[in-house]
């Protein structure tokens, strides 16, 4: 069955960096597009970023374009997202989001969630 692990979450002081990891099994992790999405405390859902499934296209949302990065490494099953300069409004559960298909839709076409890894910008 489909996997997503997420990890890397933790307490970070504002300016600072973190590289979030997930890793993916029960299905062939090179075919697939994959997604973070975070929710913040009182917040809804908002899609972070997105990489194409041969990771040669990525897309970010406004808030963390610039300060963020995606990635995946198809040899590992691995998705990251590193974000650096980080601040308070990133604190948030991250998670590691499959697509359906190769192409990166920033969610909306998704079909599985990996259980998140909390982020928490604080001094």
């Known amino acids: 069955q489909v996997q997503l692990v997420e990890s890397g979450g933790g307490l970070a002081q504002p300016g600072g960096s973190l590289t979030l990891s997930c890793a993916a099994s029960g299905f062939t992790f090179s075919n697939y597009a994959m997604s973070w999405a975070r929710q913040g405390p009182g917040k809804g859902v908002e899609w972070v970023s997105s990489i194409n499934s041969d990771g040669l296209d990525t897309y970010y949302a406004p808030t963390v374009k610039g300060r963020a990065t995606v990635s995946r490494d198809n040899s590992k099953n691995t998705l990251y997202l590193q974000v650096n300069g980080l601040k308070p409004e990133d604190t948030a559960l991250y998670y590691c989001?499959?697509?359906?298909?190769?192409?990166?839709?920033?969610?909306?076409?998704?079909?599985?969630w990996g259980q998140g890894t909390q982020v928490t910008v604080s001094s």
């Open positions: 989001v499959k697509e359906r298909g190769p192409i990166a839709t920033m969610g909306a076409n998704n079909d599985y």
